[in-house]
């Protein structure tokens, strides 16, 4: 029994006390909600208060936007009245210029009948002055015109020619002048050296033993040489000496350079021979390539194409009429330097221009085109400038000259090229030559003979003096030398001298 009253007494305990924490909950819970309400009317306030301000903000902002766009329509429409009142002035000066007009144009019509008036006076005038003067003259007015227009024709052509001569003659006085002391300038200032090749090379040996180890058992070292290499070998009587024959300079040094490796090394047979070759053209080929780049550097060349650069290099192993290609362009960019800084002209593109003039000359393939637009076209292909492209072009004439380095290109090419030993031409194509210029002057009527003179620089043409007259001599003379210039091709220039000798001759009896 008492444990058990024991055990209610625990129970009433637990109960009272769980009730007990129910209700602090509840208080706590009561004190929590009563908080978040405070906090929660806190934040409401302050929000309306911030919504307050802002509408405020946005109205003031609203209220500025709204005079400033009211200024600026009123600031409009001032200046539209402006105009308005400008326009209407202007109305009114039309309308006062219109009127003045309409009595100008009354004026002018009055006049222009008056004039009309008179004009026909003039022609019954005229008229019956051409009839009594016809019928005095026995001519009809056609004709007389047709004479008169002769005559004055005539007389212009006269005085035409002669105006001509004279300002022909001052301004070659004066250009030749100036252009002599330019060219002169520049040839005194540019010296290079005359390279003239020819087809064969020699190449010199130690003694005649080493002919025959060039030659080998049954000609088999010489015909393994010349299959590798492309060149003709002459071993003859000559004593210390192999000749070299090939019309490809390149070819020639290639054998050259072999041979020289293979004497030196004592080892001469078919496998080696190949073997030296192909290491020989190898290095010419850098050998090349080197050349054009010092070549470049030399003349202060910048930015050329590597492909432009290494067929700069194979100048040097091409030659035109004998002279040494690489040296005569270099001589041609050195001139056209000099001569573009005494005419204010750019210096470097005339050398650039100079020296890849004859660029064309160099492929190995050899086209039906024109050295001159090969060239273009490849200096095309590898970005060159436009004045560089026509100076190259029209060196020779095949294109139009477009810029004022071309000219100078040509005569700084014809300066390089035919002045005294720099070239040799061959007999037949100077006796070719010589004959078309005394041809192209029998061709003209009342000329007696002709001679090409001076190694074909100057061309004396005899003329009948019965047939031609001193101003037809002029005439002659100027397209004589018209023709030349466009249908012939020469180094330098000729000069057309038209001679006329009138003879009286009688006898005494």
């Known amino acids: 029994m008492d444990l058990i009253s024991v055990l209610a007494g625990l129970a009433g305990g637990g109960t009272v006390i769980f009730v007990l924490q129910n209700i602090v909950l509840k208080n706590k819970k009561e004190q929590l909600i009563r908080a978040a309400e405070l906090e929660g009317e806190s934040i409401k306030q302050d929000k309306i208060l911030q919504a307050k301000e802002k509408f405020l903000k946005l109205k003031e902002e609203h209220e500025v936007t709204f005079k400033d766009k009211e200024r600026r329509l009123q600031s409009t429409e001032d200046r539209a009245r402006a105009k308005e009142k400008t326009l209407s002035q202007k109305i009114e000066e039309v309308a006062r210029k219109e009127n003045e007009l309409e009595k ?221 290609l690489l040296q005569h362009s270099r001589e041609v960019a050195n001139l056209c330097a000099t001569m573009a800084a005494e005419l204010g002209l750019n210096v470097k593109l005339a050398k650039r221009a100079g020296l890849l003039h004859d660029i064309g000359k160099v492929p190995d393939d050899e086209p039906e085109l024109p050295h001159a637009i090969l060239g273009m076209k490849i200096a095309e292909k590898y970005g060159e400038k436009q004045e560089v492209l026509n100076a190259i072009g029209a060196h020779h004439d095949e294109i139009e000259m477009t810029t004022l380095i071309s000219p100078i290109v040509q005569v700084c090419d014809a300066v390089s090229g035919a002045r005294p030993g720099a070239r040799r031409e061959i007999v037949e194509a100077y006796i070719k030559r010589i004959k078309e210029l005394e041809s192209l002057a029998l061709s003209y009527d009342g000329v007696s003979s002709a001679y090409a003179i001076q190694a074909g620089r100057e061309l004396r ?49």
């Open 104 to 324: 100008n144009q009354s004026e002018l019509e009055l006049r222009v009948e008056a004039f009309h008036l008179k004009h026909q006076e003039l022609e019954k005038i005229q008229e019956k002055r051409v009839a009594e003067l016809s019928r005095i003259s026995g001519m009809t007015a056609e004709d007389a015109k047709n004479l008169l227009m002769e005559a004055l024709k005539d007389e212009a052509r006269t005085g035409a020619m002669t105006y001509i001569k004279d300002i022909t003659d001052e301004a070659k006085l004066n250009a030749n002048m100036e252009a002599k002391k330019i060219v002169i300038q520049s040839i005194q200032r540019v010296a290079t050296e005359q390279a003239v090749e020819n087809a064969v090379s020699i190449f010199n040996i130690e003694s005649d033993e080493v002919k025959g180890r060039i030659i080998g058992r049954e000609g088999r070292n010489i015909r393994a040489l010349e299959a590798a290499t492309g060149v003709e070998i002459i071993v003859d009587d000559t004593p210390e000496a192999i000749i070299l024959s090939c019309f490809d300079p390149v070819r020639r040094e290639i054998a050259r350079l072999a041979l020289h490796q293979l004497v030196s090394d004592g080892r001469i047979h078919p496998a080696r021979i190949e073997e030296v070759v192909a290491k020989t053209k190898k290095q010419l080929e850098e050998e090349i390539a080197e050349t054009g780049r010092r070549t470049c550097m030399d003349l202060g060349i910048h930015g050329l194409h590597p492909d432009l650069t290494r067929m700069v290099g194979r100048m040097k192993y091409r030659s035109s009429y004998g002279q040494n």
């Open 461 to 509: 043409v005899l003329v009948e003096a019965d047939k031609i007259t001193d101003i037809k001599a002029d005439e002659l003379s100027f397209t004589i030398s018209q023709r030349i210039q466009t249908e012939m091709t020469y180094p330098g220039q000729v000069k057309v001298t038209v001679i006329r000798e009138k003879r009286s001759v009688n006898y005494a009896k």
